[in-house]
């Protein structure tokens, strides 16, 4: 059976969403993926918040990453694919519940 094909209570994610292509894809992806009630856990580094701060970040120098999420993205990406934002701590570390 496809992984497809199912539908998961937990999906986690360890530094993954920086080298998403298209995010909107990805994030409909699992929430499609998600039942109802299931938990999407996810790491990724948040942006900084300066322009300057963003140019010497060394995340940045890994070609690899193309993504680049503040905490407010991630909210609004949730929101947009049903996953509800219950925990933040607007550095690292995020968890989403399928509403």
């Known amino acids: 059976m496809d992984y497809k094909e199912k539908k998961y209570d937990l999906i986690t994610s360890t530094e993954v969403f920086e080298h998403f292509k298209n995010p909107l894809k ?3 992806k699992l929430s499609n993926l998600l039942k109802k009630g299931g938990i999407l ?4 580094l948040m942006r900084p918040k300066t ?3 963003f140019i010497d ?3 940045i120098r890994d070609k690899t990453h193309i993504a680049f999420y ?4 991630l909210y609004l990406l949730g929101k947009k694919f049903g996953l509800k934002m219950i925990y933040n ?3 690292r570390y995020i968890t ?3 509403v």
């Not at 856990?41 to 990724?44: A, R």
């Not at 503040?70 to 993205?73: L, V």
Request: hydrophobic share 20%; proline share 4%.
């Open 26 to 28: 990805e994030f409909r």
């Open 41 to 44: 856990s996810v790491m990724t």
């Open 51 to 53: 322009r300057k701060d």
């Open 57 to 59: 970040w060394w995340y």
């Open 70 to 73: 503040s905490p407010k993205t």
């Open 89 to 91: 701590n607007n550095e």
């Open 96 to 98: 989403y519940k399928k």
